[in-house]
């Protein structure tokens, strides 16, 4: 599973990072931004609530 987050979208609330910060960070513009490799299997469900946090939903996992 990977992550991504759609920069269109985000809004910089914060949420992601500090719910899975293994997996998300902000980037100097304040957008979200996902780790490039797979998701290791103990971050995937705190990966998920990071996607759930999403006010926007912006976060995607894919399998
Ligand atoms: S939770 Fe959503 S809106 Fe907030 S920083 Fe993460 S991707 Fe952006």
Known sequence: MKAYVNDDTCI???A???VCPEIFHMTD???AHA???EIPSDL???AED???SCP???INLDE
């Open 12 to 14: 910089g609330c914060g």
């Open 16 to 18: 992601c990072p500090e």
């Open 29 to 31: 513009e304040d957008i």
């Open 35 to 37: 780790i490039d490799g």
């Open 44 to 46: 995937v469900s705190r």
């Open 50 to 52: 990071a996607r759930d």
């Open 56 to 58: 926007v939903d912006a």
